[in-house]
């Protein structure tokens, strides 16, 4: 009966209505929640299939269909502390439920959210108060990240931050900037020795010193020019002051590049040389091959010392390509260190955590040391409003939102990642109060709907044969 349509069409305009007002309910409770996703109704119509030229229409009524818009992105919010973690574009972050650590977990367990405040427990986890581990790549000892796979979070580990971990960072690179007085070169200078100390760390954070010596070379006669060549010598602390290294250098007197290093031949390496009457031999263990001078690459300007006899402690040490007044000069004035610069650190404690851009967890030490200890991926998947919601704005994956891709932040599809953040709540109030006047208005309408339905069938029974 068509009159009974309308009365099961209201009904269901009644149902859709409070469906829509759950969600506005829900919404406007978490206009203030970090990462919150709005939740949307939208109505599909229900219609009873007529008869091509039936003169009677029967009501259908309405459905509500609810989605939640996941694929909408809050404004980031600013905050003071460092592993307040936001996304600035596409992307989620890997998470999972504190009470899954130390079980076997394959993709199922994996969690994604939009933001988080996370800090360490006592035993050093990353969590949320809620119990969210953030999960990362974690670095070899120099800080790099091998390659792990993308479509699996096997490789993916809970982040631990020790509080009282220490870490050195062992010396790689040195540039030895040093001015040679052109002077000392002439006949009837002086010979003197000129020395230069340089601190370097080794893998245990110990400090060790590399003694370079320079000895000038003299000309045989008064009327000869000044040869501008050296012999510099370098010595090892850590290997009881032995010669690693021996070097005849030469350096150029022309109107163009006056001072710097002559040619790519003018560094020359040697195995042993006497100098005023005191022999010098180098004495290393490692494969250059074993007891010569490492070879000096004009390209890079620089040699490779292996020093306390350790091949795998190497350092790059640049003397300066030629032409180049970047490192070693030889020009008139004083011995000077023009630009002695290194790299590498004592031991140090760690003193903070911080996040950047590519998602990259760099540990800070006290003694100006940082380096990376996690890499943060960003979890993507092809349809974001297919992800099942969970708890605390988290996700998981479903049939309709596709399989999940670890991207590195910034990469591909992916925004970048915001430290001192958390992103904001989708909820706009002003819209929602908007709907919720509209939603009720609408219910309120089926409600007559149903009162006018009654009035026809109550005026139906009082009819009288």
Known sequence: MTISSSLNAGVA???????????????????GTYGYKRADADFESMVITQSANG????????????????????APVSTSSAMDIAISGRGMLPVIRETSLGASSGNEALLMTRTGSFATDPS????????????GWPATADGTIPTMARDSIAQLEPVVIAANQTAADPTTRINLGVNLPAEETKYDASGRVLTVSVEYFGNLGTSETLTVSYHPTLPAASGDP??????????DSANAD?????????????????????????????????????????????????????????????????????????????????GSANAMTQVSGDFAQTGITKDGSPVGNLTGVEIDDGGFLRATYDTGFTRVIYQVPLVDVPNYNGLTAMNNQTFTISPDS?????????????????????EGSTTDVA????????????????????QTVDEMLQETTNLKR
């Open 242 to 322: 032995k010669v690693i290294g021996i070097y005849t250098m030469q350096f150029s007197d022309a109107r163009s590049g006056g001072g710097t290093i002559l040619d790519d031949t003018a560094i020359t390496p040697l195995n042993t040389v006497t100098l005023d009457g005191t022999t010098y031999t180098v004495e290393n263990a490692g494969s250059t091959p074993p007891d010569s001078s490492p070879a000096y690459d004009p390209l890079t300007g620089g040699i490779v010392l292996e020093v306390a006899g350790n091949a795998d402690n190497k350092i790059t040490m640049t003397l300066g390509k030629p």
């Open 13 to 31: 305009g009644l149902n859709a209505n409070a469906t829509k007002l759950a969600t506005i309910a829900d919404n406007i409770a978490n206009s």
């Open 226 to 235: 000044p040869t501008n060549n050296w012999t510099m010598i370098i010595q």
């Open 124 to 135: 050093g986890v990353l969590k949320t108060d809620t119990g969210l581990v953030l999960l």
């Open 402 to 422: 596709g399989n999940f891709y670890l991207w590195d932040a910034g990469d591909g599809p992916t925004g970048d990642v915001l430290g001192y953040a958390r």
């Open 55 to 74: 003169g009677s229409y029967a009501a259908g009524g309405v459905r509500a269909n609810t989605i939640r818009r996941v694929e909408e992105w809050g």
């Open 431 to 450: 819209t929602e109060l908007t709907n919720l006047i509209q939603t009720q208005r609408a219910y309120s309408s089926n409600a007559k709907i149903i």
